[in-house]
Structure formats: structure tokens, C-alpha cells
T-cell receptor, first 112, second 113 residues
Framework: SQQGEEDPQALSIQEGENATMNCSYK?????LQWYRQNSGRGLVHLIL?????REKHSGRLRVTLDTSKKSSSLLITASRAADTASYFC????????????FGQGTELSVKP | NAGVTQTPKFQVLKTGQSMTLQCAQD?????MSWYRQDPGMGLRLIHY???????DQGEVPNGYNVSRSTTEDFPLRLLSAAPSQTSVYFC????????????FGSGTRLTVV
């Protein structure tokens, strides 16, 4: 079964609003990563947070990690129509030799 | 341009045919992986490699073979195509250092009829 599960599966917001996506996972990790996929394209790496970090920022992105709850969240602030995409979390599990396992993703729609 | 190159971009196969999906990267990445993406299923790991000569199975390896004879190339072989292998296939690569994310190719859309 997949390591990460994301919530919600779909999210629709207005431009300017914030979008929050959540990811839960099952095993101990080295790091957790977030990716974006525009329709019909490959995935693009957004941000990586290590297991000893609790929060990380990159531009309008904020990622948090709670290893005690085995969960992470991605916050996109002041969203734009161009943020419309699918967002995936992926875990690099400890003792798994470099495997990166993805969740099923959250489909974000930002309406102008 | 640096990156992950996948060929072909589109392919139609008949049931029972075999083929190889090509993946090449020019970033000297140690790690390479193959994923398939189906509607509603996210990405599922097929096979991965942590370096030349080393490969291992992922979540859904049945029906696929891989080899890694060089750092740059990581081909995926479909031994006897089945309709259940209709999917979009992505190749990805990364540095061995756990502080880096993966770089993805643009994908191969495979249809098995």
C-alpha cells in the first residue's frame, strides 16, 4: 500500500485565498517531499523537509512536519490561478534504501 | 539541457508485445526510479536503482524488468504487454544525498490494446 495519504482529494478556492493540503504517512522517514503536477506534465519538486525539521518556507509555500503524528501539511498562501495543479507528498522512508513513495495527491483548483 | 529524457512520448502496443521505455539523465544522479501513474492511484513505484549495477523492486514490479549498466541510463522493459499496463510512465532521478528532491521526466503515455 502507498506510504502517504493526502487530504483532501480535491480542493477548490478563489484566487487570493490560502490552500492547505495534508499528508499522513505510516513509517519513520528520512524526509518528506512535496511535488506539483500540472495537467499532462511531469512532476516538479517543490520543497523537502527533513525528519529533524518542523517547518520550512519557500516563497508562498509553507510546509510543516509532525513526526509524532506522522503527518505533514503544505500551505500555499495568496493562491493564484497558476497554482491550479495536483500536489503530491512523497516519503523517503528510513531503512528503505532510497525508495520514494508517493501519496495519491490533492487536486487544487484556484478560480480567478 | 540538463534533465531527465524519456522516449518515446507516446506508444501503442498490442497485447503480448514487448518494448523498452528509455530513460537518460545527464546530472550524474545516483538514484533513478520508474513510476506509473493511473487515474486516482497517484504514482506507484515500479523499480528503482541506487547506482550502476544495483536495482530493486518497488510497489508494482510484476511484468517489468530493469537494468542499470551506466549511471546515465535506466531502461524499463515490458516483457509481454497487457492491457493492465496501460498507463503513464515517469522516470525520475536524484542525488544520493537525502537532501535533494527528484527530477522527473515528461513521461511516456503507453496504451496496450
Amino acid at each position: 500500500s502507498q506510504q502517504g495519504e493526502e487530504d483532501p482529494q480535491a480542493l477548490s478556492i478563489q484566487e487570493g485565498e490560502n490552500a492547505t493540503m495534508n499528508c499522513s504517512y505510516k513509517t519513520s522517514i528520512n524526509n518528506l517531499q512535496w511535488y506539483r503536477q500540472n495537467s499532462g506534465r511531469g512532476l516538479v519538486h517543490l520543497i523537502l523537509i527533513r525528519s529533524n525539521e518542523r517547518e520550512k518556507h519557500s516563497g508562498r509555500l509553507r510546509v510543516t512536519l509532525d513526526t509524532s503524528k506522522k503527518s505533514s501539511s503544505l500551505l500555499i498562501t495568496a493562491s493564484r490561478a497558476a497554482d491550479t495543479a495536483s500536489y503530491f507528498c512523497a516519503t523517503d522512508a528510513r531503512n528503505q534504501g532510497g525508495k520514494l513513495i508517493f501519496g495519491q495527491g490533492t487536486e487544487l483548483s484556484v478560480k480567478p | 539541457n540538463a534533465g531527465v529524457t524519456q522516449t518515446p512520448k507516446f506508444q501503442v502496443l498490442k497485447t503480448g508485445q514487448s518494448m523498452t521505455l528509455q530513460c537518460a539523465q545527464d546530472m550524474n544522479h545516483e538514484y533513478m526510479s520508474w513510476y506509473r501513474q493511473d487515474p486516482g492511484m497517484g504514482l506507484r513505484l515500479i523499480h528503482y536503482s541506487v547506482g550502476a549495477g544495483i536495482t530493486d523492486q518497488g510497489e508494482v514490479p510484476n511484468g517489468y524488468n530493469v537494468s542499470r549498466s551506466t549511471t546515465e541510463d535506466f531502461p524499463l522493459r515490458l516483457l509481454s504487454a497487457a492491457p493492465s499496463q496501460t498507463s503513464v510512465y515517469f522516470c525520475a532521478s536524484s542525488y544520493q544525498d537525502r537532501g535533494y528532491g527528484y527530477t522527473f521526466g515528461s513521461g511516456t503515455r503507453l496504451t496496450v490494446v
